[in-house]
């Protein structure tokens, strides 16, 4: 989550300056900071997945 807010912020402060070096383009096309941040949570999740702990006695 912390990944996509600053993420964003970054992009807004590309808006708000008109400063493309602040946003995460291909091309000319700007990447969404949500996916790459739905990416790495998805990656994160794979190689660090979370415990299943049975609690039954």
Do not use: F, Q, R
């Not at 989550?1 to 964003?8: E, M, R, Y």
């Not at 946003?23 to 660090?48: D, F, H, W, Y």
Request: overall charge negative; proline content about 4%.
């Amino acid at each position: 989550l912390s990944l996509g807010l600053g993420l964003g912020a970054m992009s807004l402060a590309g808006d708000v300056t008109g400063n493309t070096a602040y946003k995460l383009m291909i091309g000319a096309v700007e990447v969404s900071p949500l996916a790459i941040a739905t990416l790495v949570g998805i990656v994160l999740n794979l190689v660090i997945p979370a415990d299943k702990k049975d609690d039954v006695k």
